[in-house]
């Protein structure tokens, strides 16, 4: 009876329904990533509706209105961007899903830069700028938008090929090549830039090595015990304590600035106190935790697990209330300017802007974080909960040395540095234990080249992409912002 003409008429319609939902479903997976797009447009019409509102649509104004929507632009791209170094490692260890990572860190990031971001901002950047050479508010103005504009777009173009880069770092750069342009060589400081070039070494070694040897004392004392679980209970609470310390100084340090002026031996008396405190707290609670495990390394990575979440938000709160002011700070600049008709060498932060930096960030790490998650997490080595703490402490620690001995560190350099490093003492600790002396003789050398560049733990093509990203930054982000200041003065003139 199928086989009749009615019947072929459903088999028809069958297949030509089966084609319509096939190409429902291919257009439905093209337009979801213009979803995301659609919703950060939204925002940053959103964010220039508002300075609008703040400052009125009068023709003098327009300028501030187009600098909200182009910082509205930029706190999207840092969320995108920066955000994954604090989280990354925490979801490329399984230690949270991506979806809780982005919801903690989304509060963590807005509440630092809400409640702890600074009162003031360096209009010039770390100094890298004479102010004299810009002494023309215009001038001063244009000089901050082209900085603004670049900066979001370097950051914006390195999110796309999947490096994290330094957004600070581009807010430099772009700030350099628009005072180039408008005062030519002379403007810039260059011993402070030549700081800030150091930094593109100090950072990620300093973090690298920090971490490799976190890494190296958890495997000694607790991973390559006979009784893992004992090790662990004894050394588990140690380390929480030096990461709850770590922590509290770096907040103390850093992430206070609003409420109260913290100095470095204040900062280290509140961290040895937390220290203290939270090992007497996590001491009893890794005991009741490990009664019952396995002697495996399975065990271990379990009771690292909850710390590593606590360091991930830490993280992200500290990285809010330090980099959102460094991003909205060539805003802050231009609304100053423009209201007063001047500039100064800081400038206060108007709450608006930081809602705007703090709810951009958001934005972008709900619609575009997960890419350079994935990337720092797990695409340039693999990480489990032991390795992903060691980049987290790393990252802290590093901070506090490079605050005490007034260097200038990216904390983006830093928690990537910290994974590389992770990475590569992994690979020199195989190598090693190949070559010790129970080891069969010529193990190493009987290995082809095409099998030892496989086992290698992190990936060369990632490491030299970001690398090569952070190089060309600051310099990127200046000639964008020198020909952005050139055509904006062209056109107003």
């Given at each position: ?10 088999k028809?319609l ?8 096939r ?5 439905t997976?093209v337009?979801?990533p213009?979803?995301g797009?659609g ?13 609008g ?11 501030v209105?187009?600098a909200a ?8 791209n ?11 490692p ?20 807005s509440?630092?830069a ?10 010039i950047?770390?100094g ?8 023309d508010?215009?001038?001063?103005i244009?000089?901050?938008m ?19 880069v ?7 750069g ?9 005062a030519?060589?002379?403007?810039v ?12 070494i ?7 090595a920090?971490a490799?040897?976190?890494l ?17 209970r ?18 103390a ?5 609003k409420i ?14 937390c220290?203290?405190l939270?090992?007497?707290i996590?001491y ?7 009664v019952?495990?396995e002697?495996?390394?399975k ?6 697990g909850l710390?590593?979440?606590f360091?991930?938000a830490?993280l ?5 209330a ?11 600049a231009i ?26 960030i958001s ?6 974080g ?5 990337m720092?997490?797990?695409?340039i080595?693999?990480?489990n909960?032991m390795?992903a703490?060691?980049?987290?402490l790393?990252?802290?620690i ?36 190949l070559r ?11 290995i ?18 970001i ?27």
């Open positions: 009876m199928t086989d009749g003409p009615k019947g072929q008429q459903w028809t069958d297949s030509d329904l089966n084609r319509i939902s190409v429902e479903q291919a257009a997976y337009a979801r213009m979803v797009f919703i950060a447009l939204a925002f940053i019409v959103l964010a220039a509706l508002v300075a509102l703040f400052f009125g649509a009068q023709p003098s104004n327009y300028v209105i187009a929507a182009f910082g509205a632009y930029m706190a999207v840092i969320g995108a961007n920066d955000v994954a170094n604090n989280m990354g925490a979801v490329g260890a399984k230690a949270l899903s991506m979806g809780g990572a982005i919801i903690i860190a989304a509060i963590c990031e509440a630092g809400l409640l702890a971001g600074g009162d003031v901002v360096s209009t950047s770390k890298i700028i004479d102010p004299a050479s810009v002494a508010s215009q001038v001063f244009w000089a901050m082209a900085a603004l504009i670049s900066s979001a777009l370097w950051v914006n173009l390195a999110t796309w090929v999947g490096a994290p330094s957004t600070t770092h581009s807010v430099v772009g700030v350099m090549g628009a005072g180039i342009a408008a030519g060589m002379a403007a400081n260059w011993p402070s830039m030549s700081m800030i070039a150091l930094s593109w100090i950072s990620p070694v300093l973090g690298g920090v490799a040897m976190f190296a004392l958890i495997k000694s004392q607790i991973l390559y015990q006979d009784d893992k679980i004992a090790a662990s004894r050394w588990v609470p140690i380390l929480i304590g030096v990461m709850s310390g770590v922590f509290a100084t770096y907040l340090l850093k992430g206070l600035k109260v002026e913290i100095n470095m031996g204040s900062a280290l008396l509140i961290g040895l106190a220290g203290v939270a090992y007497a996590s009893p609670a890794i005991r009741r935790a490990s019952g495990m002697n495996r390394n065990s271990v990575k379990v009771l690292f710390p590593l979440v360091s991930a830490l992200s709160f500290a990285h809010g330090n980099d959102v002011a460094n991003a909205v700070g060539p805003l802050a609304v100053h300017a423009s209201e007063f008709g001047g500039f100064e060498a800081k400038v206060s932060i108007p709450m608006w802007v930081m809602v705007i930096g703090a709810f951009g934005f972008g790490l709900f619609l575009f997960p890419k350079l998650i994935r720092v997490g797990s695409q080595t693999k990480l909960p390795r703490y060691c980049v987290a790393s990252a802290a590093t901070v506090i040395i490079a605050s005490w001995l007034g260097l200038p560190v990216s904390s983006t350099h830093i928690a990537v540095g910290g994974v590389f490093g992770v990475g590569f003492y992994r690979e020199w600790h195989m190598e090693r234990r010790r002396p129970g080891a069969k003789a010529g193990q190493v050398k009987r082809a080249v095409e099998e030892r560049r496989r086992r290698k733990l992190v990936r060369r093509s990632h490491f030299m992409t690398v090569a990203a952070w190089v060309i930054t600051v310099p990127a982000a200046a000639t964008m912002s020198a020909m952005i200041f050139l055509g904006l003065n062209a056109l107003v003139n």
